[in-house]
């Protein structure tokens, strides 16, 4: 297989990770649960898929992996925990278009956060970037009218802040195993909506959407976009993952016909151009570089 062969997989897999991964707030409507039920059930069947990933990836050294995540492991499960449940809450409680949009953010919330943390330099053009971003969620947050929008787009914010953290200190640590540690945030996901969660064990059908639900969206996407992302540049990689903020929501429009609204149409449209405009600069879309999910 030639360079040209494999660049050609790899967008695959990338793009294929990344439909997987917009795919949450579909799984969300599909399911009738409390949210202390879907996230904890979520949660189980994803750290089992991520088990899997890290078997696959480690062979024997399955345990040590997850042994050796050490102290900024530690640290980043509980982080990558609260961007796992605020992401489910976010996606009940408003439309997938408003937390998309907020979501959108994440790369020029990430230089904010490295910047005050590690003192990474933040470029003129991420600057410019991440205030037309902004504008963007301005547009669509103005516009709530319903007090669950509002908490929606608070819990957002909160997701998107959380993971904006998580990608820093996988910068910060380079050896940190976003597998192992997603691991942990969903093991420790897992416990804090155990006692609020239904006692009964939810009908086969919630249960085989709430396995697909966290398989396909934790380990088959993590899967497929950490092989792709080996296989072409990461500015490419993170260009494409763009398409989960388009996709998502778009697949409940076609099967909800969730109406986004005209202001989140705007807002994700702005937010959208700002992303596309910052990453189509080799020079600096390095900062800006999507991590994979550990939603």
């Not at 069947?45 to 345990?63: D, M």
Request: aromatic share 8%; charged share 10%; net charge neutral.
């Amino acid at each position: 297989m030639d360079g040209r062969d494999h660049r050609a997989l790899g967008i695959l897999l990338v793009t294929l990770g990344t439909v997987l991964w917009s795919s949450a707030g579909l799984f969300v409507r599909l399911l009738d649960l409390d949210i202390w039920t879907m996230q904890g059930w979520r949660a189980v069947f994803g750290g089992l898929s991520l088990l899997v990933v890290i078997a696959i990836e480690r062979r024997r050294a399955t345990l040590t992996a997850l042994v050796e995540i050490g102290r900024p492991g530690l640290i980043a499960g509980p982080v990558a925990a609260v961007s796992m449940l605020t992401y489910v809450a976010a996606l009940q409680l408003t439309t997938v278009a408003n937390v998309m949009t907020v979501y959108a953010t994440v790369p020029f919330m990430a230089a904010g956060v490295a910047w005050l943390w590690i003192g990474e330099r933040v470029r003129r053009r991420a600057l410019v970037a991440g205030a037309w971003a902004l504008s963007g969620v301005i547009v669509m947050a103005g516009a709530a009218t319903r007090p669950e929008d509002i908490a929606g787009n608070a819990l957002s914010l909160l997701m998107t802040l959380s993971f904006a953290i998580f990608i820093v200190m996988a910068r910060r640590y380079p050896g940190l195993g976003m597998a192992p540690v997603n691991v942990l945030g969903t093991a420790i996901c897992a416990l804090v909506c155990l006692p609020f969660m239904q006692a009964e064990i939810p009908p086969p059908r919630d249960l085989l959407v709430l396995a697909a639900f966290g398989a396909l969206t934790s380990g088959v996407a993590y899967l497929l976009f950490l092989t792709g992302s080996r296989l072409i540049q990461a500015s490419e990689a993170g260009l494409i993952a763009l398409l989960d903020v388009v996709l998502g929501p778009l697949w409940v429009w076609l099967f909800f016909a969730e109406d986004p609204g005209v202001a989140a149409l705007i807002g994700g449209g702005i937010v959208l151009a700002s992303l596309v405009w910052y990453m189509l600069s080799p020079a600096d879309s390095s900062s800006a570089e999507p991590q994979p999910s550990p939603r």
